[in-house]
């Protein structure tokens, strides 16, 4: 129990036997990575998971959100640690269009992997953000973007400031 992150894969496992559902044991990762991030908290679905899991294992019952966050920091597709990178904001986009394959071949295969923050009134005078990098995502994202596996792939076009204002 010395190592947290062989502490938190452990914890992973023990979950995700415990749940028995690949695809809930994935969507508890990738609520925690977004939604539970967001608001400081477990969504009321997760709780109920949770909580039976550590009804289970009472050992767990003392973590506190913060922890159970960490031990789901991985990627929900290639289940790999999380590194927190610096994307710069690209003041001069406000949005990206790509078609619809291409958004959701990304989401599916490189949901952590994101080049660039568009531009936003929240983020002041920021010029960087912080994200969640996975590895294996930015590697399947370049592939995606290089038109690879998909020849719709490709990013088409970034809409400069105020064209759709
Ligand atoms: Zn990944």
């Known amino acids: 129990m010395n190592d947290p992150a062989a502490n938190w894969q452990s914890i992973r496992e ?20 977004t939604k539970s991030r967001e608001s400081g908290r477990l969504t009321y679905a997760q709780e109920e998971r949770w909580n039976s899991f550590t009804n289970a294992n009472p050992e767990f019952k003392s973590l506190t959100f913060e922890e159970v966050v960490a031990a789901f920091h991985v990627c929900h597709i290639h289940l790999k640690p999380l590194r927190s990178v610096e994307v710069p904001i690209r003041k001069d986009v406000v949005s990206v269009s790509r078609t619809r394959e291409s958004e959701a071949q990304i989401s599916q295969a490189a949901f952590y992997a ?3 923050v568009v ?12 994200v969640d990098h996975c ?13 690879h596996d998909h020849p719709t792939a490709a990013t088409t076009g970034v809409n400069p400031r105020g064209r759709q204002e």
């Open 135 to 147: 590895e294996d995502c930015v590697r399947r994202r370049k592939q995606i973007e290089t038109g």
């Open 14 to 33: 023990l979950f995700r036997v415990f749940l028995g559902n690949d695809v809930a044991f994935r969507k508890f990762i990738q609520t925690c990575n």
């Open 114 to 116: 994101i080049p660039f």
């Open 119 to 130: 531009d936003s009134p929240a983020w002041g005078e920021a010029t960087h953000l912080s």
